[in-house]
């Protein structure tokens, strides 16, 4: 009998480690950055660190490189339950909550980033609800910058672009607003066959932050930069709250703490990145276009065209109110 006792105190030992390791939740994250890059560097960090502080109990596993597809891609997955989160920017962003586009109406912030940021963080935990309704927990916004239009053919003025053939990530309305809005002509594809289509023809131009134009090897296939940006873009770290409910408060809390300091780092090396990477444009050749002051007046007839485009479609008049409060103190 004391026998038979001993091997049941084992036996419930064993289960009881075997449920508290089984009790460690694993994480699915896809990116489409590829290992080595500053940005994959920061999520490995991160990733470290959360597993670090939660002793083991939250592990990031993170797909790196766009080997789980492109945004979309993932998004299916997480969806299906296959992956669990991502790092996502506008594209995706509005396939979740259209609101958060509201960020990226084209001609709002030209050159100064600094009132992007500025709108941006008065504008996080509205955003941040939205995320929550739709299922999402966001765990924090990172710039990505500037956005530019490129092209493989000279343009000496906004008209000028009239009729280019241009990319158009496949399902972002708001790109797809202002290529309809500046009379360009659509060519929808996914990320990874911009490059191949600047080579053959089938386009003319695409738009990307300085960092994307270089990491993408757009730059051996274009010719020029229009020197304005077109919007300002951002990204988010998203998670599934199916399985965000999993983790016990105290991992949802140093899980928010550790991603909110990388994203917040990744940001600033991407800023820096971003200036280091126009002077390697400009040192490989690549000309810069200005536009004239006439130029710019018409992007503001441009922006409101858009905005009509979008509002109650894909921006709510509600978040577009919002926005608004804070863009006319700018």
Known sequence: MKKFALVLFFISLNVLVGTDSAMAVRIKLGILAPEGTSWAN?????????????GGKVKFKVYYGGVQGDEPDVLRKIRIGQMHGGMFTGRTLGEISGDVRVMEIPFSFHHKRENAIKILNKMTPYFNTQFEKKGFKNLGFFEIGN???VTTKEVKNLKALKGLKIWNWEGDKVAQSMVESMKLVSVPLALPDVLSSLSTGIIDAAYSSPLGIIALQWQTKVKYVIDYPVTFSIGAFLIDMKQ???LKPAYQKIITKVSNKYMEKASVDIVKENNEAMVSLKKLGIKFIEFSDEDKKDQTTIRADVVKRLRDKVIS??????FNSHYKKL
């Open 42 to 54: 920061n999520v490995k960090a991160m990733a470290s660190e959360v597993k670090k502080e939660t």
């Open 244 to 246: 965000w409910k999993k």
């Open 147 to 149: 956005v530019y239009i």
């Open 317 to 322: 008049k509600k978040t577009f109110t919002k």
